[in-house]
């Protein structure tokens, strides 16, 4: 049964940092791209970042690139965003993806808040 399971989320300061963590069971890990989604308050879950299988290669929505970077860590079945430079607009439930053929799955999310 695969299992997505979000940590990291809190409370920082507009301009801080901070990094969410994403741990994953129930499946080869290292044999699957994974992503990052957002949902703020009221609107629509945003595509965040998307990582290869082995890290090779990632992408970045164009709200997050330069600040945020998503990497892996095959050994511990986890997926990070590492989050800089945040701005109040950043305030959303975190969410990790996994892509299976024609299904999705999604972890319960975790929230990250920026504000003074």
């Known amino acids: 049964q695969v299992r997505l399971v979000e940590s990291g989320g809190g409370l920082v300061q507009p301009g801080g940092s901070l990094r969410v963590s994403c741990t994953a069971s129930?499946?080869?890990?290292?044999?699957?791209?994974m992503n990052w989604y957002r949902q703020a308050p009221g609107k629509e879950r945003d595509w965040v970042a998307t990582?290869?299988?082995?890290?090779?290669?990632?992408s970045h929505s164009d709200s997050v690139k330069g600040r945020f970077t998503i990497s892996r860590d095959n050994n511990k079945n986890t997926v990070y965003l590492q989050m800089t430079n945040l701005k109040p607009e950043d305030t959303a439930v975190y969410f990790c993806?996994?892509?299976?053929?024609?299904?999705?799955?999604w972890g319960q999310g975790t929230q990250v808040t920026v504000s003074s």
């Open positions: 129930g499946f080869t890990f290292s044999s699957f791209p």
């Open positions: 990582i290869t299988s082995t890290g090779s290669f990632t």
């Open positions: 993806k996994l892509r299976w053929g024609v299904s999705d799955y």
